[in-house]
């Protein structure tokens, strides 16, 4: 049996992501926004929420060390599993899941409609490209800019038009990863960053606390009993 091939060092992994960086990996948190503003399936939401990590992974090595952009991985993917635990704790259902389905369980619709979500998203991302030209942050990069920019005005939405801990949840860490990329780029002490990690793994942990704690959603024979 041949051993397993060592990993290869950081610098390495480094530069071959840095040449999938620039207009894909910018489309890419633009795409992955937009879905967790507008989906009303928490795995959609948990799905576009690592794939929004790996892209800010790939823009973090544009302006840190490799290892620093490798903590936005490590941060994205423990918070990522704390929820999709909690949504299968919880009873959320779902029978693309490796978990047994739950009698009279049904995964939770969140909050809003997914047009009307789907519709605000999508003008806000009009009135975004349409003023980028002006927007803010000279001194940042055009790319990160626009996604600094991006990331923040989406979290706004999604604080305003959610009303589940898991919304709430994702909107606040769309916010600090903003915050992160913003920092990176002004060179700031990178060690803001683990400070800015704790607080991520700390918000992750109470929305994951309070996913459990609201319960599965209740189905159909439930509501015809409490009806």
């Known amino acids: 049996m041949e051993p397993i091939p060592p990993l290869p060092p950081l610098e390495n992994l480094a530069t071959e992501a840095g040449e999938l960086s620039g207009t894909p990996v910018v489309i890419a948190v633009f795409f992955c926004a937009i879905l967790l503003v507008a989906a009303r399936d928490w795995r959609a939401v948990l799905a576009a929420f690592m794939v929004l990590y ?23 993917g423990l918070v990522a599993i704390m929820w999709f635990l909690s949504a299968q704790r919880a009873g959320w259902g779902g029978r693309f899941l490796p978990f047994r389905h739950q009698a009279g369980v049904h995964a939770r619709p969140l909050s809003s409609t997914t047009a009307f979500r789907t519709l605000m998203a999508l003008t806000l991302a009009a009135v975004l490209l349409v003023t980028r030209p002006n927007l803010p942050l000279p001194l940042v990069p055009p790319e990160v800019r626009l996604v600094v920019i991006w990331l923040a005005a989406f979290a706004l939405l999604q604080l305003a038009l959610g009303d589940e801990a898991l919304q709430v949840g994702v909107a606040l860490l769309m916010w600090l990863v903003g915050t992160q990329l913003l920092m990176s780029a002004l060179q700031l002490d990178p060690w803001l960053i683990w400070l800015l990690s704790t607080v991520e793994l700390l918000i992750g942990l109470a929305v994951a606390y309070l996913m ?4 599965p959603a209740p189905g159909p024979s439930t509501q015809e009993e409490s009806g």
């Open 54 to 76: 790996l892209s800010a992974t790939v823009l973090t090595l544009q302006l840190l060390q490799p290892q620093w952009a490798l903590l936005r991985v490590i941060v994205g």
């Open 212 to 215: 459990v704690a609201r319960g």
